[in-house]
């Protein structure tokens, strides 16, 4: 009887080792890779090698704590008849020695390893904050025309009222910042009686030439098609179609917000220029562009 107490009181000793072992080597794990993606993070940006860092890390800590729950859920009961319950003064001295020393526990060294394990876990997650990157500020709102910005084609060319035919379009940039993603617009001429602005835009043509942002206002694919019969400009990416003559209105496809219009004049030596900034925010809808659209 008592051998066979014996048995299983070693066959459930070897599997707390077992237990214990699997919490220590996966805590490690959990740690060792949340190390490492702070490292990768900072010095590396592979996102992939990252992302396999960040799975090790949360399994490791999540399959410690299972198996340490485990171990300590699964404690046996076993009962034995006892003749004598005192131990020899030999075991008590040595009990004694053992509750006095101020070595390490096995609770007290898998709580730091639960603590380091969680705390290098929490500091890889909060790294991350750092890509957020200074306020945006008005950036999103302004582009480099300003009042006077005279209007250059795509070779830095000075354009007049005169160059621009009737059925062309012509992609337009302010003097100085050819090239700038945001502030390219798209030029074109219609007949000045077809026009159908809002009150407040009748000065914002010369002519009958009217420019338009050329930053789809669905996804910010470059709307470079234009259909001079119909007057209307194309985005070939998801096919926004937006009118020219009535500032830049939606007549079809995904987009929700019309062209942002650049306001036109000509300047003292008889050039192109801008009268200010868009009609709007350039590109694609985000989620506070109601403040100044
Ligand atoms: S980006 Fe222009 S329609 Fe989608």
Same mark, same amino acid.
């Given at each position: ?9 070693r ?33 590396s ?25 485990t ?80 209007v250059?084609?795509a ?14 379009i ?8 050819v ?56 985005? %070939? ?20 917000? %019309? ?21 709007? %925010? ?12």
């Amino acid at each position: 009887m008592s051998d066979a107490i014996g048995q299983e009181q070693r066959y459930d000793n070897e599997r707390g080792a077992r237990g214990q072992r699997l919490v220590l080597v996966s805590f490690a794990i959990s740690m060792l890779a949340s190390a490492g993606l702070i490292v990768f993070y900072v010095f590396s940006g592979w996102t992939q090698v990252e992302g396999v860092l960040l799975g090790l890390a949360l399994g490791g800590l999540g399959i410690g704590m299972i198996a340490w729950s485990t171990d300590v859920l699964q404690i046996p009961d076993h009962v034995e008849d006892r003749a004598e319950l005192r131990s020899s003064e030999e075991a008590r001295a040595t009990a004694e020695s053992l509750l006095d020393s101020p070595g390490i526990t096995r609770r007290t060294m898998l709580l730091r390893l639960l603590g380091g394990a969680g705390g290098l876990l929490a500091a890889a997650l909060v790294v991350p904050a750092l890509s957020l990157g200074p306020h945006p500020g008005q950036s999103l709102f302004r582009t480099k025309w300003r009042r006077g910005s005279r209007v250059v084609d795509a070779d830095g060319n000075l354009l007049r009222p005169d160059y621009i035919g009737i059925k062309s379009i012509t992609t337009i940039f302010p003097e100085g910042h050819v090239g700038s993603g945001d502030s390219q617009a798209v030029l074109m001429r219609v007949d000045p009686e077809s026009l159908q602005l809002p009150p407040d835009r009748k000065n914002w043509t010369v002519e009958g030439i009217i420019a338009y942002s050329k930053v789809c206002t669905h996804a910010g694919c470059p709307v470079n098609l234009y259909r001079s019969q119909a007057r209307e400009l194309l985005c %070939p990416c998801h096919q926004s179609t937006f009118n020219v003559l009535d500032g830049g209105q939606v007549v079809f496809g995904p987009a929700k917000r %019309p062209l942002p219009q650049l306001p036109l004049m000509v300047d003292d030596e008889g050039y192109l220029a801008a009268r200010g900034d868009f009609s709007g %925010p350039i590109g694609p809808s985000f989620w506070d562009i109601h403040k100044n659209d």
